[in-house]
């Protein structure tokens, strides 16, 4: 059985940093593509950012881009949001999930870690 469990999230003023984790058991991270995706208040669940099985990140939705990174650990088999210059409609709870066809998430969600950024 798949679980993921993601931590890290938490308060922060605007511009402050963050890095979220994804621990993953039941699967292999270096073996899947991975995502991070989030959910604002009042607005649907959004693709943030993905890396392949190669480790390569491949995509980040355009309004994050040049501040989140994502990355993984094989050796943890966990992976990483790293969330920079943080904004206010960063907001929202943070999910991970392995994805398949790019974006399409292939597990039950996590209870995901809450980013709260202040203005």
């Known amino acids: 059985q798949v679980r993921l469990v993601e931590s890290g999230g938490g308060l922060v003023q605007t511009g402050g940093s963050l890095r979220l984790s994804c621990a993953a058991s039941?699967?292999?991270?270096?073996?899947?593509?991975m995502a991070w995706y989030r959910q604002g208040p009042g607005k649907e669940r959004e693709l943030v950012a993905t890396?392949?099985?190669?480790?390569?990140?491949?995509y980040y939705v355009e309004s994050v881009k040049g501040r989140f990174t994502i990355s993984r650990d094989n050796a943890r088999n966990t992976v990483y949001l790293q969330m920079d210059n943080l904004k206010p409609e960063d907001t929202g709870l943070y999910f991970c999930?392995?994805?398949?066809?790019?974006?399409?998430?292939?597990?039950?969600w996590g209870r995901g870690t809450q980013v709260t950024v202040s203005s």
């Open positions: 999930n392995a994805i398949v066809q790019v974006r399409i998430p292939l597990y039950s």
């Open positions: 039941g699967l292999v991270v270096s073996n899947n593509d």
């Open positions: 890396i392949t099985s190669g480790g390569r990140p491949l």
